[in-house]
């Protein structure tokens, strides 16, 4: 995790403050690399009414009854909640909030699935293991390839995960044993972040109390129990992903009751666009549209935005019939912004998801995809949802998003960001980004997850201010209007020093301040 910045002029508040809604600063005026927003607002959008415009969030959930959110929800008219009625006539039935294919009719969700190389690599073992490429039919061969490459993924996976699940329970059990002695030489129950300080000042007798409030600090964590319990939290997502995601004798899809093999099967799932576990969907529903300036947490993007939830992501990867599914679903039902923070290794149905992309294309939605967190080259690497048809044919209504940090310094692309000067189209702030979390909680987390939403709330704001703008105008916009930056960064997951610009096809970073400006000298020419 990257440190605080040191806002020299701020007092203690306003500089906690500041950190948590960095992506909303200016470069010029806050010094950090923000996109602007707060300026945007303040010298461009002041007087202005805007419209307001349907977000699609397609993800793991999103918490329905969130103090930052509830107002801003969408909720489709004419369906009435709970009568068991498929009132408009759509194929699904009390869809009030929007939809979750990853759930059964009697109410039960799926929370956990298998990677799509586990499920590769169950289907054709069988198969192929222990054979000869040989041996095979062409239209076998190139089965073969995908069987021996997603083993491969997978066996690495495994083990990597194996050994991160051991790391992680030793850090617990000995910062469990490290927390209870410096609690029994400070003579308390509670390591708080206020105890430590004032340990670290005044208990030389107890010199790592200074270090671990620190530590605390920079995690933004209020005491070692809440360090603890993230620890705890990290434990049982990597041990889901040992004894589920990547075991390919799980299989939860039973829940759901579909056909997995046909994909031209729609109308599965239930209601519930909440699902079991929100935490990932509510943080990305957050950044777009948390309300603004309630003082209540995290302030989204855009303020006239209404947020429809379309549960397709489970922990693991997501199936390419679900995604195609909410795509359609999102479209159908009014969303202009489509946003997509999932991705994975391996599409063998691709094709049902690009057709659900120019389904989004003919009917003017525009799609922003996270590029995804391997610290890859996505023009030569393999990330999915991806920036182009099978055809190689570029999405054109679709905009791929890397991640960048607060610190325009060697680490201004996010360490962990996937990039390509071809297939990324624009870098956005996915670094410590504060947002909201289900129980009327908050918690920052990093990724291009969180990037692609900041550009979606990006593309709401424009769309909610210029509604004349079609797709592909908007991207162009965003694209054309993204701040460039030259930093010499390390190139993520490298130490080798490489232009920032060089990582993405703009060059930049998204700048909302920006993109309305040139949105303003686009509608006015066009008059």
Same mark, same amino acid.
């Given at each position: 995790?990257?440190?605080?910045?040191?806002?020299?002029?701020?007092?203690?508040?306003?500089?906690?403050?500041?950190?948590?809604?960095?992506?909303?600063? *200016? /470069?010029?005026?806050?010094?950090?690399?923000?996109?602007?927003?707060?300026? &945007? +607002?303040?010298?461009?959008? !002041?007087?202005?009414?805007?419209?307001?415009?349907?977000?699609?969030?397609?993800?793991s959930g999103i918490d329905s009854t969130h103090q930052d959110l509830k107002a801003v929800l969408?909720?489709?008219?004419?369906?009435?909640?709970?009568?068991?009625?498929?009132?408009?006539?759509?194929?699904?039935?009390?869809?009030?909030?929007g939809w979750n294919f990853l759930g059964g009719k009697d109410g039960q969700n799926i929370a956990v699935e298998t990677l799509e190389q586990t499920r590769i690599y169950g289907q054709y073992k069988l198969q192929f293991e222990g054979k000869?490429?040989?041996?095979?039919?062409?239209?076998?061969?190139?089965?073969?390839?995908?069987?021996?490459?997603?083993?491969?993924?997978?066996?690495? *996976? /495994?083990?990597?995960?194996?050994?991160?699940?051991?790391?992680?329970?030793? &850090? +617990?059990?000995?910062?469990? !044993?490290?927390?209870?002695?410096?609690?029994?030489?400070?003579?308390?129950?509670?390591?708080?972040?206020?105890?430590?300080?004032?340990?670290?000042?005044?208990?030389?007798?107890?010199?790592?109390?200074?270090?671990l409030y620190t530590f605390l600090s920079r995690n933004?964590?209020?005491s070692t129990d809440d360090a603890l319990k993230s620890l705890n939290n990290a434990i049982t997502r990597s041990r889901d992903r040992v004894e589920k995601s990547l075991n390919p004798a799980y299989n939860p899809r039973p829940?759901?009751?579909?056909?997995?093999?046909?994909?031209?099967?729609?109308?599965?799932?239930?209601?519930?666009?909440?699902g079991p576990d929100a935490s990932h969907g509510t943080h990305c529903a957050g950044i777009i549209a948390g309300v603004r300036g309630n003082q209540l947490g995290a302030d989204g993007v855009a303020g006239a935005?209404?947020?429809?939830?379309?549960?397709?992501?489970?922990?693991?990867?997501?199936?390419?019939?679900?995604?195609?599914?909410?795509?359609?679903?999102?479209?159908?039902?009014?969303?202009?912004?489509?946003?997509?923070?999932?991705?994975?290794?391996?599409?063998?149905d691709k094709a049902v998801v690009d057709a659900a992309m120019q389904y989004a294309d003919q009917k003017g939605v525009l799609l922003v995809h996270a590029a995804g967190n391997s610290s890859n080259?996505?023009?030569?690497?393999?990330?999915?949802?991806?920036?182009?048809?099978?055809?190689?044919?570029?999405?054109?209504?679709?905009?791929?998003?890397?991640?960048?940090?607060?610190?325009?310094?060697?680490?201004?692309?996010?360490?962990?960001?996937?990039?390509?000067?071809?297939?990324?189209?624009?870098?956005?702030p996915g670094v410590d980004i504060y947002s909201s979390t289900p129980a009327n909680t908050y918690a920052t987390y990093s990724g291009t997850s969180m990037a692609a939403p900041v550009v979606a709330g990006v593309a709401a704001v424009l769309k909610s201010y210029f509604p004349?703008?079609?797709?592909?105008?908007?991207?162009?916009?965003?694209?054309?209007?993204?701040?460039?930056?030259?930093?010499?960064?390390?190139?993520?997951?490298?130490?080798?020093?490489v232009d920032f610009a060089s990582l993405s096809k703009s060059g930049g970073i998204v700048n909302l301040y920006e993109a309305v400006k040139l949105a303003d000298q686009q509608t006015a020419a066009a008059k």
């Open positions: 995790m990257l440190g605080l910045l040191s806002f020299t002029s701020l007092s203690a508040s306003a500089q906690a403050d500041a950190v948590r809604r960095w992506q909303h600063l *200016d /470069l010029k005026a806050d010094g950090v690399p923000g996109i602007s927003a707060d300026r &945007a +607002y303040r010298e461009l959008l !002041a007087n202005r009414k805007p419209t307001p415009v349907i977000v699609a969030v397609l993800d969408w909720r489709k008219p004419g369906e009435i909640a709970g009568n068991g009625l498929d009132d408009d006539q759509n194929g699904y039935v009390d869809d009030v909030r000869k490429r040989k041996a095979f039919s062409a239209a076998d061969q190139a089965k073969f390839d995908v069987y021996e490459q997603a083993k491969a993924s997978y066996l690495k *996976d /495994l083990a990597n995960e194996n050994k991160q699940l051991s790391t992680l329970t030793e &850090a +617990y059990d000995s910062n469990t !044993a490290s927390f209870a002695q410096m609690k029994q030489a400070l003579n308390t129950t509670r390591l708080d972040t206020a105890l430590l300080r004032q340990a670290a000042r005044t208990r030389t007798d107890v010199p790592s109390a200074g270090s933004h964590f209020a829940l759901v009751g579909d056909d997995v093999a046909n994909l031209a099967e729609t109308g599965y799932g239930n209601p519930d666009s909440q935005v209404r947020i429809m939830s379309v549960r397709s992501t489970p922990s693991g990867d997501e199936r390419d019939k679900d995604v195609a599914n909410a795509i359609r679903y999102a479209v159908d039902n009014g969303a202009q912004i489509i946003s997509m923070s999932f991705g994975k290794d391996y599409s063998p080259d996505n023009d030569t690497g393999l990330n999915y949802p991806s920036a182009r048809y099978l055809n190689g044919q570029d999405i054109a209504n679709q905009i791929t998003v890397g991640a960048s940090s607060r610190l325009n310094t060697l680490e201004l692309a996010a360490r962990f960001s996937n990039f390509g000067k071809q297939t990324v189209d624009v870098f956005a004349q703008l079609t797709a592909l105008q908007i991207k162009q916009i965003i694209l054309q209007s993204a701040v460039p930056y030259h930093t010499k960064v390390n190139k993520p997951g490298t130490q080798k020093l």
